[in-house]
């Protein structure tokens, strides 16, 4: 069995995480990431996508809106917009808001809106693709 | 005593229904109070790391140079004031309008981003200049208006057509305690005291530590927005509900003073009768 360390994931609204877990995957703006115990420190932006904790031989999977990592020596920070587990997710609500997106973008103006529409669609497909694994 | 007795139990009934209204509002501002609180409790883990991740880096980095950090001259103030949407809450809105007109008096220019009609109205009857205004959201705030504001007030800052953003809002101490204050969020003060007290330890920051804050400086203004919005729902709350206390406190009061002016004009009415039949009596002897 593999040695531990502190995760902590805090959204806005919740503590979403707070134990002691073996590995945590994460998604960087950079690329996907593991962290053990002992990783050096370091901050890093998070984007849009899923999040896979391993504890104790099983592993876990979340979605999460973006946010950071903070790996410090004694624990390791995510803080995040938003997190939910599989179960937690509302899929009509992902469905719609999707279409709203993609509505938004079919109508192509050239705007922060655009913008904002993409961010949505792919928060919106990231809580979907967890959601149907299930 | 020159009230006859039918307009004084006319003013009891008048001032019982006041009360019964108070008492309700006391009531149900403590329930929603209860919940604030915890809304409170919640928020706090957040802005906490939050800040103890930026302090963190200014920690660890020197001479980082950017945007929403370096002081710019002051030609033009933005405020974000926060008030509640309704009143009967006490001190409440008038001691942050009070104290972002105090404020504002050392500026020269000054723009309002109001939160709540409160606030809204007074700066509005005042003609000062608006950024926007956002209200209907005071009681439970989301963290997506909180963002929205945020964004609006770094997208001025950025612009350049601001060069310094406050916020004001009430601090929540205790229920019986609430705080007006004034915190400049842009450009960002924070002080390197505080930021050295952790180990200084090598922390890679990726891709770069510039890249890190682009990212981090706007969520932790959302943040602070966020975490003064709740706050000051917070507040408002406390403060409604011990307005909503003393009003009822006071209109028992009155009740007391008028019932026992009610019973002395019964009791004259009642001799004035007696001494009237005695009289009549007397009369006819």
């Keep these: ?134 | 005593m020159g009230l006859g007795m039918r307009d004084i139990k006319r003013r009891i009934k008048s001032v019982n229904s006041t009360k019964q209204i108070t008492k309700a509002m006391e009531l149900v501002s403590s329930a929603k109070l209860r919940k604030a609180k915890e809304e409170l409790e919640k928020t706090k883990p957040y802005f906490n790391a939050m800040e103890d991740t930026i302090r963190g880096i200014f920690a660890n980095t020197k001479g980082i140079k950017h945007e929403f950090l370096t002081q710019r001259d002051v030609k033009k103030t933005a405020y974000i004031v926060i008030t509640a949407d309704r009143g009967l809450c006490g001190g409440y809105n008038s001691n942050v309008i009070k104290l972002a007109n105090s404020h504002m008096a050392e500026k020269q220019n000054k723009s309002i981003i109001a939160v709540g009609a409160r606030g809204r109205d007074f700066f509005k009857k005042r003609d000062f200049d608006f950024d926007g205004e956002y209200t209907q959201l005071s009681e439970t705030p989301s963290f997506s208006t909180a963002q929205q504001i945020s964004r609006l007030a770094l997208e001025l800052y950025k612009q350049g057509l601001v060069d310094e953003v406050n916020l004001v809002y009430t601090q929540f101490i205790s229920t019986i305690n609430q705080k007006p204050t004034v915190k400049r969020i842009l450009p960002l003060e924070i002080s390197a005291e505080e930021g050295s007290k952790g180990s200084k330890t090598m922390i890679a920051y990726e891709p770069s530590p510039e890249a890190v804050l682009d990212y981090l400086v706007p969520k932790y203004v959302d943040g602070m927005v966020f975490g003064a919005l709740v706050e000051s729902a917070t507040s408002e709350q406390a403060a409604r509900r011990v307005a909503m206390e003393s009003a009822t406190d006071n209109a028992e009061e009155m009740i007391g003073n008028l019932k026992l002016v009610y019973n002395r004009a019964r009791q004259a009415s009642i001799t004035q009768e007696i001494a009237e039949i005695v009289g009549g009596a007397e009369a006819l002897k």
């Design chain 1, 1 to 134: 069995m593999a040695s531990k360390f502190h995760l902590q994931i805090i959204t806005p609204t919740r503590t979403f995480l707070d134990e002691e877990i073996e590995m945590v995957v994460l998604r960087t703006v950079e690329g996907d990431m593991g962290i053990m115990k002992n990783h050096i420190p370091m901050v890093t932006p998070l984007s849009i996508g899923k999040l896979k904790i391993n504890k104790d031989g099983s592993t876990r999977e979340a979605a999460i809106a973006g946010g950071f990592v903070h790996v410090d020596r004694e624990k390791t920070v995510i803080i995040t917009d938003s997190a939910e587990w599989p179960d937690e997710i509302d899929v009509n609500r992902a469905k719609e808001a999707k279409e709203r997106a993609e509505e938004r973008l079919n109508k192509g103006t050239q705007d922060i809106d655009t913008l904002r529409a993409e961010i949505a669609l792919k928060k919106a497909m990231n809580r979907l693709n967890l959601a149907q694994r299930r």
